[in-house]
């Protein structure tokens, strides 16, 4: 993402500019955007025209519109993000109120305005226009006739490919069958790493599987590509790691990003801290409960007695079209900030986020033990009885 333009008063009302520059940047103006925000961007309309002799014709302008954000709808597989709402400033195609719906492109330049800038919103567009972090981790999760080929970004997981080949099991005296269906296997799994995976952006492929089923896939992938002397393959061969997994399904994704080994090489990963930060918080609740807290009226308390380490919040909380609802989120993440705590703001599409939507979305890792605060209402409650 691009930042042209920042333009933001002492109220924090103003507008920014952005230019989205690839996929992932849709994902970020998702959460950046609010229904009442405006939106100026070009777009196409259809527009009807009459000639001089009385025919109707029409056809498609490209014009530029500004709308009074009503709704918001992101497609996170293929990364599209639609925006519809009436139009606030003249034009000479589209009547003022007239509905329309805005297909955000990638490289075309849009510009937001809010009446209120919070923190949050502004340290996502920090993030998004940050180049360090891109999608540096790549993952192929598998099993015998089963791979996920996973991108993981700092903001999303997202599911490349999915490859399905049925294996025929070992017959006695012969295994030509399972063997040949095997090698299907692999070719297509090798194909996909090669169609989806940018090795120039990309640090480290994770390759996960139970029992010796990456072992026999990566023996086949190098074999294959000295035999096809394939110079992508054999140039990136120190990024391939190997790492047990349960299964060849996109969930046991998580337990590859909390492997020891896998931390230590993606130290400098945004998903990697996320997923380190909800084991400490599992860790914590097993063994000192009174520090470890989740929900929004808990975390909240123990933020005011000044008691939170580290937040753990979903990036789905931002979204609350609810406004007060929000605002009360991101009060809570500048409470703990002016306290000197950490703040992990965790991306709704990756499997760490989905286990703390679980948690209501919101959780901390406590300074020092307090006692559970439901019982210390209960407590109060019966004093007064």
């Known amino acids: 993402m691009k930042l042209l333009h920042r333009d933001i008063e002492k ?25 009442g925000d405006s939106l100026r961007a070009s777009t196409i309309r259809k527009v009807q025209t009459e000639s001089t002799t009385g025919s109707v014709g029409s056809s498609r302008v490209r014009t530029t519109l500004t709308l009074c954000v009503e709704t918001i709808d992101f497609d996170s597989q293929a990364c599209r993000l639609r925006v519809k709402g ?16 805005i297909e955000l492109e990638l490289n075309r330049k849009f510009t937001l305005a809010k009446k209120s800038w919070d923190s949050v919103v502004l340290d996502r567009i920090d993030q998004a226009c940050d180049v360090a972090q891109k999608a540096d981790v790549a993952a192929v999760v598998m099993q015998e006739g089963l791979a996920n080929l996973v991108l993981v970004t700092p903001a999303m997981t997202l599911l490349r490919a999915k490859v399905e080949v049925t294996i025929p099991r070992k017959r006695r005296g012969s295994c030509t069958q399972h063997e040949k269906a ?81 931390t230590s090489r993606l130290s400098d990963t945004k998903a990697a801290g996320e997923v380190k930060a909800l084991e400490d918080f599992y860790k914590m609740l097993q063994h000192e409960p009174d520090r470890a807290f989740y929900g929004l009226a808990h975390v909240e308390k123990a933020a005011d007695a000044l008691a939170v380490d580290t937040l753990l919040i979903s990036d789905k909380l931002f979204r609350h079209q609810d406004v007060p609802t929000r605002s009360r989120y991101v009060r809570l993440v500048d409470n703990v900030r002016d306290n000197g705590g950490n703040v992990r703001i965790f991306s709704s599409l990756h499997v760490s986020g989905e286990q703390l939507t679980q948690l209501s979305g919101v959780a901390a890792l406590l300074r020092f033990p307090i006692a559970d605060l439901s019982e210390a209402e209960e407590d109060s409650s019966s004093d007064e009885d």
């Open 11 to 35: 109220d924090n009302a103003g507008q920014v500019t952005l230019m989205p520059e690839e996929a992932e940047d849709m994902w970020h103006t998702y959460n950046l955007l609010q229904v």
């Open 86 to 101: 009436t139009n606030i400033e003249e034009n000479q195609y589209v009547k003022m109120g007239a509905y329309h719906t």
């Open 182 to 262: 095997l090698e299907r296997f692999y070719e297509a799994v090798m194909q996909a790493i090669l169609r989806h995976i940018n090795f120039d952006v990309v640090k480290c492929i994770l390759v996960a599987s139970p029992g010796f089923v990456k072992d026999q896939f990566i023996a086949y992938l190098y074999k294959e590509a000295v035999r096809q002397d394939n110079k992508v393959l054999l140039e990136n061969r120190p990024k391939f790691m190997l790492v047990h997994s349960s299964s060849g399904h996109k969930y046991s994704l998580k337990e590859i990003l909390s492997d020891p080994a896998v």
